[in-house]
């Protein structure tokens, strides 16, 4: 009986040491706010050991045989933009990032770096794109990103910005590759606006917030431009075309209405012979040509017809 309940006491161990090390995992990506550091336990990093504590002390021991000059070492300041990123003996100090303003270091055993917060700019260079519909276009990008955690900026990664901006290259290439080239053209807000949350979405780990995307220029192939030229000429000339048939149009119509007016008034007519006339003399022409009127003819077509009945 003693052997089996030793047995499950065995087992139970197995099954629960999983489910704890699962628990530690999950406090230190809370805390680091990236992926665990299986290698240290957490008594191993509060206690920095029998050695850690020696160097420590004899540290101590040397500012303070060293005064005055040891202030000059010891005492650092970052800028109101800075932070510092304290490490003592290879591990991160607690209490995160120092700064702005004046801190204080042990020498030979602390190292700091120093992490700039300022908005920075990146301009990606012009990438070879394929769009859904099987067109080829250079696009340049530029991001505007900056340092939001720089403890995580230094502990997660090796160099935020440098990887921050080739994850800007491949983002671009991979955004543009599913949109058509109509979309591309015309509808850059969107683009950026994905590509934006995109970035965001990881480099969050990293410790970088990508605050703005934006495409700068769209280069399509000389072929394609000369196409589109064309189209777009074509497009031109046939609305000029559908304008110059609806005023003819149009003309036709105001011209068959004053017709109207005029042959329902002879002195209309008339008016506009002498209209005519005017406009002629003012020309400066050697030759008149005065049209007749008809109204003249009236009275011997009227007295032909007479003795015509007769």
């Not at 704890?20 to 230190?28: K, L, P, S, T």
């Not at 301009?123 to 900056?146: C, G, I, M």
């Not at 800007?168 to 058509?180: D, F, I």
Request: net charge neutral; with cysteine.
């Amino acid at each position: 009986m003693q052997v089996a309940e030793n047995s499950v006491k065995q087992r139970s161990d197995i099954f629960i040491l999983p489910s704890m090390m699962n628990q530690r995992d999950d406090y230190r990506k809370t805390i680091i706010g990236g992926s665990p550091r299986n290698s240290i336990s957490d008594d191993a990093e509060n206690d920095p050991g029998l050695c850690g504590t020696i160097l420590t002390a004899l540290s101590w021991v040397l500012v303070v045989f060293t005064l005055p000059f040891s202030l000059c070492v010891c005492f650092k300041v970052v800028q109101e933009y800075e932070r510092a990123v304290i490490f003592r003996l290879g591990r991160l100090l607690s209490g995160g990032a120092k700064g702005p303003g004046i801190f204080f270091i042990l020498p030979c055993i602390d190292c700091y770096a120093r992490v700039d917060l300022r908005t920075r700019t990146y301009d990606v260079p012009p990438q070879e794109v394929l769009t859904k519909d099987s067109v080829t276009v250079s696009v340049d990008a530029v991001v505007y990103y900056r340092v939001s955690n720089a403890t995580i900026s230094i502990a997660n990664v090796e160099n935020a910005h440098h990887s921050t901006r080739l994850l800007a290259q491949t983002t671009l290439r991979n955004t543009l590759g599913t949109r058509p080239l109509h979309e591309i053209l015309s509808d850059r807000d969107a683009i950026s606006s994905t590509m934006q949350v995109t970035l965001d979405e990881a480099t969050d780990a990293w410790g970088i917030k990508v605050e703005r995307v934006e495409i700068k220029d769209v280069r399509l192939p000389v072929q394609l431009q000369r196409a589109m030229a064309a189209e777009a000429e074509a497009a031109r000339e046939a609305r000029a075309k559908v304008i110059a048939a609806e005023g003819e149009q149009k003309a036709s119509r105001a011209l068959r209405e004053a017709s109207e007016v005029i042959g329902d008034s002879p002195a209309a007519l008339q008016l506009r012979y002498l209209q005519t006339l005017n406009t002629i003399s003012a020309e400066k022409n050697s030759t008149i040509v005065f049209p007749l009127p008809i109204d003249l003819l009236t009275y011997f077509m009227r007295a032909s017809e007479a003795a015509a009945k007769k």
